[in-house]
DNA sequence: TGACTAAGTTCTATTTTGGAACTTACTATT
DNA sequence: AATAGTAAGTTCCAAAATAGAACTTAGTCA
């Protein structure tokens, strides 16, 4: 599997592991908080936490000792996956929201703006898109000795 | 379904419709080339590829008569999901990298520097991530006579 | 003693997916 | 004129994953 794409895939491409990772965010912890607002049984909800936590994005954490509970909580790892429901949120707020409007709105503390955070290209800040940007193998792909799994090309409108 | 997240997800929240989606930005368009790359069955991947055009994500154009034969291009809509992409890109490049580095690098054609696009905030222009965010409810869930889902409470670390 | 709670686990029925073979509508080769 | 090849699917059955309900554990509370 040559491509990050996938190797992330492999961690969150399934229906609910990033709306475990959303309620998290929102600042839910336990089991039942999970189980209550996404409806999925327990038995599932079980098994993606524990995925989840052999993964490194949750880690389980326990409150209360007599009787012994736990709580998940974000890693680092967890933490960073932001971006992704950001632009999972972005994308869904253009092209699936209701008639009234974004369910979620996103403010940005330092500035204290309502916002809605956008991919910029770090060199010269400008916002990007998939027209603006082109891919090409990396260290990953160039010194392999077998061919490049496939040839890369750029999208030629 | 009150959260974009998950209506996003409904309809890329699998394990294949990304990867799909990731190879339509790669230049592919045909049938055999996703299935090809993807290794995923005919039968799932004629699924997927129905269920992306019923959702507006890919096109299924004809580029030949006799016999005829469809390609699928994505649609204005399906190229706005760049920046799930791109937010996957980056994690998996940073958490699941292989020793090699990533196998793709991103090239901003405007300014032609290799570079990772980041999440920045469209007011103030910093990087922003879920520290510096908040999350609070929009006007799709404030209009509501009845109660809201789940009160939104923001991280507090 | 009995009811309740949070966090799971176990079990079976149903749904989804994988894999291989088959189909369609042609073109190219012998 | 038969035979092979190609691109894009569809069909069918077995295997794997998921849902839903019941059960378990380790306690507290009245």
């Known amino acids: 599997m040559k491509c990050s794409v996938a190797r992330t895939l492999s961690v969150i491409g399934d229906r609910w592991t990033m ?3 959303r309620d998290a965010f929102l600042g839910k912890r336990r089991f039942a908080d999970f189980q209550d607002d996404l409806g999925m049984t327990r038995h599932r909800l079980s098994a993606r936490l524990g995925k989840l936590i052999d993964e490194g994005i949750l880690m389980r954490v326990r409150y209360q000792d007599r009787p012994p509970r736990f709580e998940y909580r974000l890693t680092e790892k967890g933490i960073d996956l932001y971006p992704v429901i950001v632009a999972m949120l972005r994308w869904g707020d253009r092209w699936m929201a209701g008639a009234d409007g974004p369910p979620i709105e996103l403010v940005h503390k330092n500035c204290g703006k309502h916002v809605m ?3 910029t290209c770090p060199a010269c800040k ?3 898109n998939a027209r603006t940007m082109s891919a090409r193998p ?3 792909l ?3 000795s077998h061919p490049p799994v496939a040839r890369i090309s750029s999208r030629k409108e």
Do not use: M, S, T, Y
Request: charged share 35%.
């Open 19 to 21: 709306l475990i990772v």
């Open 117 to 119: 955070p956008a991919l």
């Open 126 to 128: 400008e916002e990007v």
């Open 138 to 140: 990396g260290p990953g």
């Open 142 to 144: 160039r010194r392999r």
